[in-house]
């Protein structure tokens, strides 16, 4: 498997492509970032310099609401790096709304007696709701899978179930199988099977958009592929959706101590 910085991206909105999604009021930024903390949004950091991402969360804001404070890992070493860090570019989802800011310089602090970083607050907060953006992450309880015929060292296709991260419209990330296979940017893979629970599998082609490491939270880092559906068959979509609403409604079930 092949990686380095000049393959690897990660799809990140830029500001002037949505400059009419920008929140620049500070009191909207302040409400937005607190919709974050109480609905307990997962966010993936992107580092710069450099092309690692974690996942942490947004703890809550300053009792002056000048800076906001991001979770640290437990794992140290990360820790280190996000504090090297210039900047940090945060993307997360709530309620349908893809939601992306970036803060700058974090500075390590303790809260609770956890590591946590200290940030002003952004400049602008891009909220952005439309249909192709949105990714559902998968339940941690059930199993949501692709089996993917990849090349590996016998230069025969095998397929291989690999773990749907999330899931939308129009493709899914996946986990990347650790090692002997060729799994790269701009690759493409016929006859893919998307197994959803509850559903007839699902025939398509993927493409391979972008590839990157991610840290978990707790500290264990996997190679994560953003796919998009080619050929996708016509009652797919639906399928897809249903499968979506119905995580959604069984989480705000959930939520609401309903379930």
């Known amino acids: 498997m092949s990686i380095d910085s000049e393959q690897t991206r990660v799809e990140l909105l830029r500001a002037d492509d949505d400059e ?18 109480t609905g307990r949004a997962l966010i993936t950091a992107h ?16 009792d002056d609401d000048t800076a906001l404070l ?20 945060c993307v997360t989802q709530l309620h ?3 939601i992306q800011f970036t803060v700058d310089n974090p500075v390590r602090v303790q809260n609770d007696g956890r590591p946590a970083f200290r940030a002003p607050l952004p400049e602008t907060l891009l909220r952005l709701q439309r249909r192709e953006f949105y990714r559902l992450h998968t339940p941690v309880t ?46 493409e893979f016929p006859n893919c099977t998307l197994r959803l629970p509850d559903a007839d599998p699902i ?34 979509d639906t399928i897809i959706q249903r499968y979506i609403l119905k995580i959604e409604r069984e989480r705000n ?3 609401r101590g309903n379930y």
Do not use: W
């Open 253 to 255: 079930a959930r939520e």
């Open 70 to 89: 991001l979770d640290g890992s437990t794992d140290e070493s990360i820790n280190v790096r996000i504090a090297n860090a210039a900047q940090i570019i």
């Open 96 to 98: 349908n709304i893809r």
């Open 142 to 187: 059930q199993s949501v899978t692709c089996s993917i015929p990849v090349t590996g060292e016998t230069d025969n296709a095998m397929p291989v179930a690999v773990r749907i991260i999330d899931i939308g419209g129009g493709g899914i990330a996946v986990a990347v199988p650790p090692s002997g296979f060729a799994f790269d940017p701009q690759m």
């Open 203 to 236: 025939s398509t082609r993927l493409v391979v958009r972008n590839l990157f490491r991610l840290v978990n939270r707790n500290g264990v880092e996997m190679l994560r592929a953003g796919c998009q559906f080619l050929d996708l068959p016509r009652n797919a």
């Open 20 to 37: 009419k999604y920008l929140l620049r009021s500070e009191r909207e930024i302040r409400h937005a970032l607190a919709s974050l903390v």
């Open 47 to 62: 580092l710069s310099p450099g092309n690692q991402s974690f996942l942490t969360a947004l703890l809550g804001l300053t």
